[in-house]
DNA sequence: AACGATTATGCGCGTCCGCGTATATTTACG
DNA sequence: CGTAAATATACGCGGACGCGCATAATCGTT
């Protein structure tokens, strides 16, 4: 019984960060997802934009999921927002699904 | 109490996805990414190349982790490779430190 | 409705992608 | 050790980025 020790709390933190979580499977998916988080810390695109050491345009472009924005400037964005990618497999299981079970 | 009636099967199931998943911050960390799941898989640079339509050589750029990679590149790569990108807020706990909890 | 703030779009420029094609270089294995 | 497979690198081309600069279009408040 792996988890018969385990801190609820943990257990509880690592569920509700998943909450916070966005998928993106595709350009578009990513763009929405930078553009949920800026919005969430009240900053504009200008913001950001000084932040990476980019242009205005240029996040906008990113936003809207552009397919050739560079890999650079999603990786300045995420940092700029503090925030971070992860690669995994693709599940079927979505937030919504898993709340489902509880 | 949320997690009462939940089925640890479904909690491991979500635990072990994490022990997968690749963390990424940098255009390198993205490329050693793609790449560990790739050779995971058993394809080949042209094998994944095939699959989203790209060169051998464009592969092997993006897994050296070449900032101005196209956005539309690495997302092609992950659906060939069945994965998907998780945007979320950056964290210090890794997957060794989660381990160490239990 | 009107205003400022925010975001989307445009132009010309320099740079570099990804392409096909081809070839080094490295890796893996008998 | 030698050979095939796999990966890295090169060249010229067409195209599109991201840049500065500027302006339209849209949003949010009062």
Redesign the interface.
Known sequence: M??A????D???A??Y??L????????QQ?GA??RR?RRQKKLTQRDLGEKMHARQATVSKLEAG???????I??DA??GL??????????KLTAEA?ED??
């Open positions: 792996i988890f020790n385990a801190h609820i943990v257990i509880y690592v569920a960060r998943d916070m979580d966005t998928i993106a499977r595709t350009p990513v997802g930078i988080f552009e397919p050739a924005t560079q890999l650079r999603l990786m995420l940092a503090d925030l971070e990618l992860v690669i995994r497999p693709r599940t898993i079970l509880f």
